[in-house]
DNA sequence: TTGATATAAGACTAATTTAATCTTATTTAT
DNA sequence: ATAAATAAGATTAAATTAGTCTTATATCAA
């Protein structure tokens, strides 16, 4: 696997779409669901999320929706993942609710920290990509 | 997400413990199973996997098992991954049975492109650590 | 002030995927 | 012959992910 997940792939989306219309305009939930085909709730949770992290800015009401609140260039990937996604570990162990060297199979298991080192190059790349990268 | 699977651990520890036990001698699935205290049955799809792909020979009967059929240095942790696991890509349209531009969100998404470039960034980072490395 | 259209947030259900187990067959050393 | 191993596929169970539903709140405009 190593798979994004589907709310990621939507969350790209969005981020795409909000900053492709920033002209002042307020891009809502609807109006990106229904230009992509995919579920409205969906996109919805996404934007509050972005919203929460500090992404985009949130107009409620008639008239309300999303604005992107930085510029693409200074969005990463990751910034996105992160806004989105709970966990994003290459494994169990290496998540931050399991500190040090806890790992279910005792001191048996030797391969947490390679991992670790490739987790960071892995989000180091999506660190490293702009939403501006994917317009 | 973007997790590794089980299966993958497995593989990993069952690579390792291949690699540290190579003197002349069989490494059953029922030890290394009992060794890290993990299912025998898992073990034994991950080595019947590591023989399809070359990586172990098998040996049937009774003193039978597996052995490394290369020197850690030459097998990455990609080749794992490939032997155990079907898919591993970053999205389902990056999947080779989805060939070229068809993507669910038509000509919709276009975060594609850039996603094939980080997933091979990615194949990369495990292509270039070598099971030695994690021994 | 009321109705229409948004976001906010959490509960709930459905679908898919992953993990684990079970079963049967075959091989081989003793 | 028997015990211990691989081989391979079927089946079940568990966990995760995706999607929907519901209720509340905000805001614009007629």
Redesign the pocket.
Known sequence: ?L?L??????AFMAARYLALNNSGHC?????IAENYD?????V??V??NF??SDIAA?????????VLKKNPEEVSLFDIILSVED?HHLT?CLSEDNPDEKCSHEDGCKIRDPLIEIQKRIDNLFLETSLKQIL
């Open positions: 696997m798979k997940s589907k709310k990621t792939e939507y891009s809502t939930a609807k109006e995919i579920s409205r709730e969906l919805a949770k934007l509050q919203a929460r949130s107009f409620q009401g008639v008239k309300g929706g999303y966990k169990n």
